[in-house]
């Protein structure tokens, strides 16, 4: 009788096992495609608020696009190019969505523009960040840099050089091991949440405003599986409490192996820059 007792106990608990195994494996396969589409890396939305102040404050092209890729959380680097038409000068800033480290107007995406005309400048979003608009002076010192130190001939005046794409990543994969992008990531999110109370259903909208190059990027990350192991999803190990397998949707709050928060913080400028 004891034998057949034993002998039932272990089949239920191999039959438990293999109930449970189904869960077990989803859970070892990672993150879904789901969770990384909500992320704000995933549609490419960034921190406009501080990519004005980047503008303003950086004494070359080279200090801006790095900081500009500080600032921003999704996978692909943030590429620059300049261009004049007559006293009208444009600043695009693009991520670099096929990793070639040019840029390729059929296959990356346009995240914002920095046009400079009479000493003002107005910068725009793009696709999912297209309910920003700020007007602002100031900044004028980095077009003239560029414009003294023009790379290409014709219309475009400055481009990121190619040479530089494996410095910026090397640069963006350093700080983002650091206690520095837990600060950023905490300000991008009190920017998300600034801007949804300012633009409203603007900002909703926006989200699905995808460019075509964004949506087919999308879906190459969802058939391939690579979106397992986006950068978009995690923070570095330890920084402002985040786990490394946290993630910050478009609601702008957090969540993860470090748990889940919601951030506030001081009202920005409006998107209109009033």
């Not at 900081?67 to 996978?75: A, L, S």
């Not at 960040?129 to 900044?139: A, E, I, K, V």
Request: net charge positive.
């Amino acid at each position: 009788m004891a034998i057949r007792m034993k002998r039932a106990s272990a089949a239920l608990f191999a039959g438990t096992m293999l109930a449970g195994s189904p869960l077990i494996s989803a859970c070892s396969t990672g993150p879904t495609y789901d969770t990384w589409a909500a992320t704000d890396g995933a549609a490419g939305r960034i921190n406009l608020d501080d990519v004005q102040e980047a503008f303003k404050d950086a004494s070359s092209a080279t200090e801006f696009e790095d900081r500009v890729n500080e600032i921003y959380e999704g996978d692909g680097i943030i590429l620059i190019r300049s261009l004049q038409d007559g006293d009208r000068l444009t600043l695009e800033g693009w991520e670099d969505l096929n990793n070639d480290s040019q840029i390729d107007d059929a296959r990356d995406d346009l995240l914002f523009t920095i046009v400079n005309q009479n000493d003002q400048n107005e910068l725009r979003g793009h696709h999912a960040n297209s309910y920003y608009h700020s007007s602002f002076g100031g900044g004028g010192f980095l077009f003239g840099y560029m414009l003294g130190s023009a790379l290409m001939p014709g219309p475009y005046f400055y481009s990121t050089p190619a040479t530089r794409g494996s410095s910026i990543r090397q640069t963006r994969s350093s700080y983002r091991q650091s206690s520095r992008y837990g600060t950023q990531a905490a300000r991008n999110s009190r920017y998300a949440t600034q801007q949804r109370g300012f633009a409203g259903s603007r900002y909703q909208d926006s989200g699905r405003n995808l460019s075509s190059n964004r949506q087919s990027f999308q879906q190459t990350q969802r058939s391939s599986g690579a979106f397992r192991s986006s950068s978009s999803l995690s923070r570095s190990r330890g920084t402002s409490g985040f786990g490394s397998s946290g993630f910050r949707s478009r609601s702008g709050s957090f969540s993860g192996g470090g748990g889940h928060q919601n951030l506030t913080g001081r009202r920005g400028a409006t998107p209109d820059g009033r």
